[in-house]
């Protein structure tokens, strides 16, 4: 019995390893990506039990524009997604250590369905300058290829926002041919 055991043990590795290679391969690279900026201003808050909700609709991406010079069609488009995103201060007074997490979500305008696009679970307590964002794997294609999206930002707090505060949030959409 105990062969037997070890042999199974030894089957079981050589597939997992096997299949791990395999699955394993090279990264694809997107066709271009694009940035797209947008300005956020959070309002004074202090209640640090509550998330809070910032809506904007009818955001422009001028992704037409962009597929077009890079010589492409929406049909071409296979995929898009976030690539890199951060939140810039544009007022003096901003400390995002009095934010505990961040959460980006994306819409089509005409459909409710919110796709998380980025998100920061934790910030540091002594964080300085601008708000990194990890991007979710979201696909965004339908949303993006409409033209124009809604954008959700959704923060909680660790202390009051003694003042509205205005920031720039800037990300990059990643788009695959």
């Known amino acids: 019995m105990k062969i037997r055991l070890n042999q ?3 089957l079981v590795a050589t597939i997992g390893s ?3 290679f395999l699955g394993c391969s090279k990264d694809e690279e997107p066709r271009f990506s694009m940035s797209v900026e947008v300005f956020v201003s959070f309002p004074a808050e202090f209640n ?3 998330t809070h909700t910032i ?3 009818s955001l422009p991406n001028f992704i037409n524009t962009r597929l077009a010079q890079n010589s492409m069609t929406a049909d071409q488009v296979t995929s898009i997604v976030a690539g890199r ?10 400390q995002y250590q009095l934010i505990n997490n961040v959460v980006v979500n994306v819409s089509s305008v005409d459909n409710d369905d919110l796709n998380e696009m980025y998100y920061n679970d934790f910030i540091e307590f002594d964080h300085n300058g ?6 979710s794997i979201s696909e965004l294609k339908d949303i993006m290829l409409d033209g124009v999206f809604d954008l959700q930002v959704k923060y909680n707090l660790r202390q009051s926002l003694l003042t509205e505060t205005e ?3 800037r990300f990059d959409l990643l788009i695959f041919d």
């Open 8 to 10: 199974l043990s030894v």
């Open 18 to 20: 096997l299949l791990l």
């Open 48 to 50: 640090t039990v509550a």
């Open 55 to 57: 809506e904007l609709f």
């Open 85 to 94: 995103g951060q939140i810039i201060p544009v007022s003096s007074n901003v």
């Open 130 to 135: 601008s708000l990194e964002l990890l991007s």
């Open 167 to 169: 920031h720039k949030l």
